[in-house]
């Protein structure tokens, strides 16, 4: 055996013979494999952060923006300050609300009647009075005048322009319109086949109905057989069966039968359902209704429009929204026909509402402008009116809190524990305890938080202060690793140095140790703050999940947070939420993003220092 | 000779344990006021163990016990009412390794003088890291960018700026643990140079592997070898006529 390792060794092209390349070539190899998986992995990462991102940013990019209206606002001095006294107080007291409406009025004059009105106010914000009012009082001298004063839009409204509500189509036309009124209801022929996409649409509508008819009958057909088996099953069985079980089998005989009588009548009646459809799809010349289950068709001609109620062969028959200024025929290149291709039933915005946004989009009233709301309010259960502010300023204040305490307590225990405290159990066992602490999910934080700071020291509900305690407890494990390993990588020949010329262990520690180490523990810190400002479990059991419509004022006001209010309206059912949850996200992340760089920041200045 | 020489530091039946381990066995050693004793002996040996006891630096290793009586102008540095501060300061110590703090030329030298306190002015700092810079043989390659940090200077000149630092503080005694051998044999005579000449104001005391550097600087030399001291003397006695073996055989080469 010696011989032979010997024998090895001795060969002289043990690095050069063919089987050498070949080790050589397996070794590059490998590199290469493990340097595409990386690669790999890298990509792969890289690929769902851009996804996430993109999806965050192409939803939220919607709420950075809204649409006002600016509402040509008659204010006459006798409706606001009758005696002209010109207090502002006095000014403030007037009706702005009925004021703002009958504007609104003036703007939409063809709405008639209580339930039409109120579409038309709800087109605009809750707020318009007190908007209105906010302007005056902004700007006294507007009294007397009529002043274009811009409102919000209600958010559905909103989200019509920003084309959330539904998709809009136009279609082409080639024939000439005449109608038989200006109001109302009216009837309008083409002289071309221009609404022959309206019957297609009403005809596809009435055979998708046919067919479901047709499916339900083939389910009822199935079961009458099953009932008939089961009948002809009981008869057997009462045949067969002792007295005492006779009167109970007739009875179930008795039920199925009636069953199927139940079902047979239901067969019957829609297959005469199916006939019915069948008959009014072949008779193209009659009367038929849009149903509103399908997409709208609005008419447009002669500055008013129309929707598409019914047709009838060629002509259709349709609600006038907005009164056509004459009743003269209408060349193609002067009407057209648009489709609202999502249902009246699916969706919140009538056609009505819809025709009356555009009349105001076409005067020129809709602007759309930067959502200065969305950064200026707190929360609201109205989308147009809810800010993220409140939880800005509840998450600045927390994370004052939680860096106040957790960075010098912790930063403190990390100095003791690595230069000063003695290694034995005791500091052993804190240590590990240190460690076990940070992998403490931070719901339990959240239940400490509660029991203590909330039901033994009565400290207030929801406030920044408790919350920020909270999660310096939460922070303060992090700080200290992080710093304790910062501390042990300066290196000891600095210690020595300073200890050698006779400087003191605290003075070692504050005038060499430290600054050396403050780049790591910088960084420690910063990675415990921004987890601190994501968290959202162990704010939730101290109350700062509340829905807080003021912008808290101080570390004691009630107050949530920016994860939380993302929490929140995650789960509020409006579209405008969501697209607001999105934006929030993002503000998140750019406070993130702040704070990182702001490590870097702090890190390179602490580095040039030396 | 010994006996009409007046020893600065002397140490008796002094004994170093790390943990379970022995390192020092009952040494005792004295160490002569200005002059340069130089501990020599093998790797593992038990001098620096020795020279670190001599500033208490050993106190920042935990597991470290020393026993026995080390004394500074006949006074016990471990006795309890001695501030290990002052001693420190009174006995100075320059590393195996240069370690200049990550600050500038000036702040390096003026550093000792400000926590200790005993200068205040603007003047009085410049005075004394001109003259610890000079003294250390710094002062002419360094004087135009006494601002520079101290950590880009050459490893010679970071070594002696780790000199001027000790001096700076005005210490009795220099303790030096291998101070050149980090070194080039070009700054290596620089500093063997310096440590000639800073002889007559400090009592200096050095560990070194080379046996020619002791010769060359050294008044006098003890040997250690595996924790005990095995032959201590005038360094002319020790390298002509040494009385043990064993220091007969690591002088000629044949362990270590």
Same mark, same amino acid.
């Given at each position: 055996?010696?011989?032979?390792?010997?024998?090895?060794?001795?060969?002289?092209?043990?690095?050069?013979?063919?089987?050498?390349?070949?080790?050589?070539?397996?070794?590059?190899?490998?590199?290469?494999?493990?340097?595409?998986?990386?690669?790999?992995?890298?990509?792969?990462?890289?690929?769902?952060?851009?996804?996430?991102?993109?999806?965050?940013?192409?939803?939220?990019?919607?709420?950075?923006?809204?649409?006002?209206?600016?509402?040509?606002?008659?204010?006459?001095?006798?409706?606001?300050?009758?005696?002209?006294?010109?207090?502002?107080?006095?000014?403030?007291?007037?009706?702005?609300?009925?004021?703002?409406?009958?504007?609104?009025?003036?703007?939409?004059?063809?709405?008639?009647?209580?339930?039409?009105?109120?579409?038309?106010?709800?087109?605009?914000?809750?707020?318009?009075?007190?908007?209105?009012?906010?302007?005056?009082?902004?700007?006294?001298?507007?009294?007397?005048?009529?002043?274009?004063?811009?409102?919000?839009?209600?958010?559905?409204?909103?989200?019509?322009?920003?084309?959330?509500?539904?998709?809009?189509?136009?279609?082409?036309?080639?024939?000439?319109?005449?109608?038989?009124?200006?109001?109302?209801?009216?009837?309008?022929?083409?002289?071309?086949?221009?609404?022959?996409?309206?019957?297609?649409?009403?005809?596809?509508?009435?055979?998708?109905?046919?067919?479901?008819?047709?499916?339900?009958?083939?389910?009822?057909?199935?079961?009458?057989?099953?009932?008939?088996?089961?009948?002809?099953?009981?008869?057997?069985?009462?045949?067969?069966?002792?007295?005492?079980?006779?009167?109970?089998?007739?009875?179930?005989?008795?039920?199925?039968?009636?069953?199927?009588?139940?079902?047979?009548?239901?067969?019957?009646?829609?297959?005469?359902?199916?006939?019915?459809?069948?008959?009014?799809?072949?008779?193209?010349?009659?009367?038929?209704? /849009?149903?509103?289950? #399908?997409?709208?068709? &609005?008419?447009? =001609?002669?500055?008013?429009?129309?929707? *598409?109620?019914? $047709?009838? !062969?060629?002509?259709?028959?349709?609600?006038?929204?907005?009164?056509?200024?004459?009743?003269?025929?209408?060349?193609?290149?002067?009407?057209?026909?648009?489709?609202?291709?999502?249902?009246?039933?699916?969706?919140?915005?009538?056609?009505?509402?819809?025709?009356?946004?555009?009349?105001?989009?076409?005067?020129?009233?809709?602007?759309?402008?930067?959502?200065?709301?969305?950064?200026?309010?707190?929360?609201?259960?109205?989308?147009?009116?809810?800010?993220?502010?409140?939880?800005?300023?509840?998450?600045?204040?927390?994370?004052?809190?939680?860096?106040?305490?957790?960075?010098?307590?912790?930063?403190?225990?990390?100095?003791?524990?690595?230069?000063?405290?003695?290694?034995?159990? /005791?500091?052993?066992? #804190?240590?590990?305890? &240190?460690?076990? =602490?940070?992998?403490?999910?931070?719901? *339990?934080?959240? $239940?400490? !938080?509660?029991?203590?700071?909330?039901?033994?020291?009565?400290?207030?509900?929801?406030?920044?202060?408790?919350?920020?305690?909270?999660?310096?407890?939460?922070?303060?494990?992090?700080?200290?690793?992080?710093?304790?390993?910062?501390?042990?990588?300066?290196?000891?020949?600095?210690?020595?140095?300073?200890?050698?010329?006779?400087?003191?262990?605290?003075?070692?520690?504050?005038?060499?140790?430290?600054?050396?180490?403050?780049?790591?523990?910088?960084?420690?810190?910063?990675?415990?703050?921004?987890?601190?400002?994501?968290?959202?479990?162990?704010?939730?059991?101290?109350?700062?999940?509340?829905?807080?419509?003021?912008?808290?004022?101080?570390?004691?006001?009630?107050?949530?947070?920016?994860?939380?209010? #993302?929490?929140?309206?995650?789960?509020?059912?409006?579209?405008?939420?969501?697209?607001?949850?999105?934006?929030?996200?993002?503000?998140?992340?750019?406070?993130?993003?702040?704070?990182?760089?702001?490590?870097?920041?702090?890190?390179?200045?602490?580095?040039?220092?030396? | 000779?010994?006996?009409?020489?007046?020893?600065?530091?002397?140490?008796?039946?002094?004994?170093?344990?790390?943990?379970?381990?022995?390192?020092?066995?009952?040494?005792?050693?004295?160490?002569?006021?200005?002059?340069?004793?130089?501990?020599?002996?093998?790797?593992?040996?038990?001098?620096?163990?020795?020279?670190?006891?001599?500033?208490?630096?050993?106190?920042?290793?935990?597991?470290?016990?020393?026993?026995?009586?080390?004394?500074?102008?006949?006074?016990?540095?471990?006795?309890?009412?001695?501030?290990?501060?002052?001693?420190?300061?009174?006995?100075?110590?320059?590393?195996?390794?240069?370690?200049?703090?990550?600050?500038?030329?000036?702040?390096?030298?003026?550093?000792?003088?400000?926590?200790?306190?005993?200068?205040?002015?603007?003047?009085?700092?410049?005075?004394?890291?001109?003259?610890?810079?000079?003294?250390?043989?710094?002062?002419?390659?360094?004087?135009?960018?006494?601002?520079?940090?101290?950590?880009?200077?050459?490893?010679?000149?970071?070594?002696?700026?780790?000199?001027?630092?000790?001096?700076?503080?005005?210490?009795?005694?220099?303790?030096?643990?291998?101070?050149?051998?980090?070194?080039?044999?070009?700054?290596?005579?620089?500093?063997?140079?310096?440590?000639?000449?800073?002889?007559?104001?400090?009592?200096?005391?050095?560990?070194?592997?080379?046996?020619?550097?002791?010769?060359?600087?050294?008044?006098?030399?003890?040997?250690?070898?595996?924790?005990?001291?095995?032959?201590?003397?005038?360094?002319?006695?020790?390298?002509?006529?040494?009385?043990?073996?064993?220091?007969?055989?690591?002088?000629?080469?044949?362990?270590?």
């Amino acid at each position: 055996m010696t011989d032979t390792s010997f024998n090895t060794l001795q060969r002289t092209d043990i690095h050069t013979s063919e089987a050498a390349r070949e080790r050589l070539a397996k070794r590059y190899r490998k590199e290469a494999q493990f340097k595409y998986l990386g690669m790999g992995a890298v990509g792969v990462a890289v690929l769902f952060l851009s996804l996430l991102l993109f999806t965050v940013v192409l939803n939220a990019y919607k709420a950075f923006s809204y649409n006002y209206v600016n509402l040509p606002v008659t204010l006459n001095q006798s409706d606001i300050d009758p005696d002209q006294t010109g207090d502002l107080e006095v000014i403030g007291k007037a009706n702005f609300g009925k004021i703002a409406k009958n504007s609104m009025k003036e703007l939409l004059p063809f709405a008639s009647g209580r339930k039409q009105r109120r579409a038309l106010y709800g087109l605009m914000t809750s707020d318009l009075g007190i908007q209105v009012r906010q302007a005056v009082l902004d700007d006294p001298s507007l009294i007397g005048t009529t002043a274009s004063i811009p409102v919000q839009l209600d958010d559905v409204a909103d989200l019509y322009f920003k084309g959330d509500i539904t998709p809009l189509r136009s279609i082409d036309v080639t024939g000439e319109v005449s109608t038989n009124g200006v109001e109302g209801t009216i009837e309008i022929t083409s002289s071309s086949n221009d609404f022959a996409i309206i019957a297609d649409a009403v005809s596809a509508h009435l055979k998708a109905e046919a067919a479901r008819f047709e499916l339900r009958v083939a389910a009822k057909e199935r079961s009458k057989s099953r009932l008939q088996d089961q009948i002809s099953e009981m008869g057997i069985r009462i045949d067969g069966a002792s007295a005492g079980d006779v009167e109970r089998l007739q009875n179930s005989l008795a039920t199925l039968k009636s069953d199927f009588e139940t079902a047979s009548v239901q067969t019957e009646r829609d297959i005469k359902k199916i006939a019915e459809l069948n008959e009014r799809i072949s008779a193209a010349g009659s009367s038929e209704a /849009v149903p509103s289950q #399908i997409a709208s068709f &609005i008419l447009k =001609l002669n500055g008013g429009a129309v929707k *598409v109620t019914s $047709l009838a !062969g060629d002509k259709i028959i349709g609600d006038v929204l907005i009164p056509l200024e004459n009743g003269n025929p209408a060349a193609a290149n002067q009407w057209s026909l648009v489709t609202l291709e999502k249902p009246e039933d699916n969706r919140k915005l009538s056609d009505r509402s819809i025709v009356w946004l555009d009349h105001l989009e076409k005067q020129g009233l809709v602007e759309r402008k930067f959502n200065s709301v969305f950064f200026s309010a707190g929360a609201s259960r109205e989308p147009e009116q809810a800010g993220i502010l409140g939880a800005i300023m509840g998450s600045i204040y927390t994370m004052v809190v939680t860096l106040l305490l957790s960075f010098p307590v912790g930063v403190g225990a990390a100095i003791y524990l690595e230069e000063f405290a003695p290694k034995n159990w /005791v500091t052993k066992w #804190i240590e590990v305890n &240190i460690n076990n =602490l940070a992998a403490v999910p931070s719901i *339990v934080f959240g $239940l400490l !938080g509660l029991a203590v700071f909330l039901n033994l020291f009565g400290l207030p509900r929801s406030a920044p202060l408790v919350g920020g305690m909270v999660l310096a407890l939460m922070t303060l494990p992090t700080i200290i690793i992080a710093s304790r390993a910062a501390l042990r990588s300066v290196p000891p020949s600095i210690r020595e140095a300073a200890l050698g010329i006779g400087a003191s262990r605290l003075q070692t520690v504050t005038h060499h140790v430290l600054p050396l180490a403050m780049p790591g523990i910088l960084t420690g810190t910063i990675l415990g703050m921004a987890q601190a400002l994501g968290e959202t479990a162990p704010l939730l059991m101290i109350g700062m999940v509340a829905f807080i419509v003021d912008i808290p004022g101080g570390p004691l006001d009630p107050a949530t947070v920016l994860p939380v209010q #993302i929490f929140m309206w995650a789960d509020f059912p409006e579209p405008a939420f969501q697209q607001k949850t999105s934006a929030a996200i993002l503000v998140l992340l750019a406070f993130l993003v702040i704070m990182n760089a702001l490590a870097v920041v702090l890190r390179k200045r602490f580095e040039r220092r030396w | 000779m010994s006996a009409e020489i007046k020893p600065k530091m002397r140490g008796e039946k002094v004994s170093v344990h790390y943990g379970d381990k022995q390192a020092l066995f009952d040494v005792d050693l004295d160490v002569v006021d200005r002059q340069v004793t130089a501990l020599i002996g093998p790797s593992g040996c038990g001098k620096s163990t020795f020279l670190r006891c001599l500033n208490r630096m050993n106190d920042t290793i935990d597991i470290c016990n020393v026993d026995g009586h080390i004394t500074l102008d006949g006074r016990d540095i471990y006795h309890k009412d001695v501030d290990v501060v002052e001693l420190r300061a009174r006995v100075g110590m320059v590393f195996q390794k240069p370690n200049p703090f990550p600050k500038s030329i000036f702040e390096n030298v003026a550093y000792g003088p400000r926590i200790h306190g005993f200068v205040r002015h603007k003047d009085e700092f410049e005075e004394i890291v001109a003259t610890s810079l000079q003294r250390a043989g710094l002062w002419e390659e360094v004087k135009d960018r006494l601002d520079a940090p101290g950590t880009g200077l050459s490893g010679g000149q970071q070594q002696r700026l780790c000199i001027a630092r000790a001096i700076a503080v005005n210490p009795e005694v220099i303790l030096m643990d291998e101070p050149c051998s980090a070194l080039d044999p070009i700054a290596t005579a620089k500093v063997e140079e310096l440590i000639d000449e800073l002889r007559t104001n400090y009592t200096i005391v050095i560990v070194t592997h080379s046996m020619q550097q002791a010769a060359r600087v050294s008044q006098r030399t003890a040997f250690f070898h595996l924790g005990y001291l095995v032959e201590e003397g005038n360094t002319d006695d020790i390298f002509t006529s040494p009385t043990d073996p064993r220091t007969q055989d690591y002088i000629t080469g044949r362990i270590g």
